[in-house]
């Protein structure tokens, strides 16, 4: 009798959208993900912020590009997250310092 092979679901991973802060190392990026939290006593709200650490294996991301994230198994001491995408791309300091002409 033979057995059939069923392929087993993973589950649905946490997927975040944050904003790169640091891309000096190679295959690795600092993603702050900002949130706005309501003071507990207060009622104002407060910004904070999460900063997580991001394997980019092709080195996609740089500073200031919006990007997606998803978690994943631990790769290093602080890396529990992979790249999924760029959402949006920062402008290059070559756009910035030269202006559209209108």
């Known amino acids: 009798m033979a057995e059939t092979t069923t392929t087993i679901e993973r589950t649905s991973r946490r997927t975040l959208t944050g904003v790169v ?3 000096s190392n190679a295959q690795t990026r600092r993603v702050e993900i900002y949130r706005l939290e309501k003071h507990p006593r207060y009622g104002k ?3 904070k912020r999460t900063v997580c650490y991001v394997h980019d ?3 996609d991301s740089h500073m200031g590009d919006t990007v997606e994230i998803m978690e994943s198994r631990p790769l290093s001491k ?3 997250w992979c790249l999924v995408r760029v959402v949006k791309r920062a402008p290059s300091a ?3 310092a030269t202006p559209a002409k209108a």
């Open 21 to 23: 802060t640091r891309d």
């Open 45 to 47: 709200y407060v910004k």
């Open 57 to 59: 294996p092709k080195n």
């Open 78 to 80: 602080t890396k529990r």
């Open 94 to 96: 070559a756009e910035v």
